[in-house]
T-cell receptor, first 118, second 114 residues
Framework: DTGVSQDPRHKITKRGQNVTFRCDPISEHNRLYWYRQTLGQGPEFLTYFQNEAQLEKSRLLSDRFSAERPKGSFSTLEIQRTEQGDSAMYLC????????????????FGPGTRLTVT | GDSVTQMEGPVTLSEEAFLTINCTYTATGYPSLFWYVQYPGEGLQLLLKATKADDKGSNKGFEATYRKETTSFHLEKGSVQVSDSAVYFCALSASNTNAGKSTFGDGTTLTVKP
């Protein structure tokens, strides 16, 4: 178990540019979550996947944001035409939803990708 | 919607002092409750959890009891150490959906001085 990894750890971009972040979950975990955290606040839910299916998206996730998990393993989060308000820490978490219950509560977080839009 | 309210920080204590960080929540049904800790430069780590009323979660000397009557999940530790300095987040995961996503409080920064 190597934990959840995220890449890059830091990204500085100019307003209007596109950026893409990657998350590698714990290998046996079938659920993957994206959160956004701004300074002084707790993480806010953005979206989640069960295997390769994206099952829920927050209203926080504007049309400029898109997430994929093509093979049910790693995931990418892309932000198009970045704005200064997108500056935040983007957190990925994974968990194991056991068959028969579907509900999993214990999430394991990666170190995050800090995005700065100038 | 669901929400979590934590006591505002920052909290500064001397080593071996008693710690309480208050957390109250609003949710439908019977959520699961969590405390996460974030050390400087690191990701969130699950500290403890409780999945039903009157459950007590405990880990590394920290404890929290799920109190449904007061909708609270206060974090306590009898004797803090300098190494406990971190940001602590209270969170819930609603039971009325299958998503398992969490709703977090804004965090409380704890600094323990020698």
């Amino acid at each position: 178990d190597t934990g959840v990894s995220q890449d890059p750890r830091h990204k500085i971009t100019k307003r209007g540019q596109n950026v893409t972040f990657r998350c590698d979950p714990i290998s046996e975990h079938n659920r993957l979550y994206w959160y956004r955290q701004t300074l002084g606040q707790g993480p806010e839910f953005l979206t989640y996947f069960q295997n390769e299916a994206q099952l829920e998206k927050s209203r926080l996730l504007s049309d400029r944001f898109s997430a994929e998990r093509p093979k049910g393993s790693f995931s990418t989060l892309e932000i198009q035409r970045t704005e200064q308000g997108d500056s935040a820490m983007y957190l990925c978490a994974s968990s194991l939803a056991r068959s028969g219950t579907g509900i999993s509560y214990e999430q394991y977080f990666g170190p995050g990708t800090r995005l700065t839009v100038t | 919607g669901d929400s979590v309210t934590q006591m505002e920080g920052p909290v500064t204590l001397s080593e071996e002092a008693f710690l309480t960080i208050n957390c109250t929540y609003t949710a439908t049904g019977y959520p699961s409750l969590f405390w996460y800790v974030q050390y400087p430069g690191e990701g969130l780590q699950l500290l403890l959890k409780a999945t039903k009323a009157d459950d007590k979660g405990s880990n590394k000397g920290f404890e929290a009891t799920y109190r449904k009557e007061t909708t609270s999940f206060h974090l306590e530790k009898g004797s803090v150490q300098v190494s406990d300095s971190a940001v602590y987040f209270c969170a819930l995961s609603a039971s009325n959906t299958n998503a398992g996503k969490s709703t977090f409080g804004d965090g409380t920064t704890l600094t323990v001085k020698p």
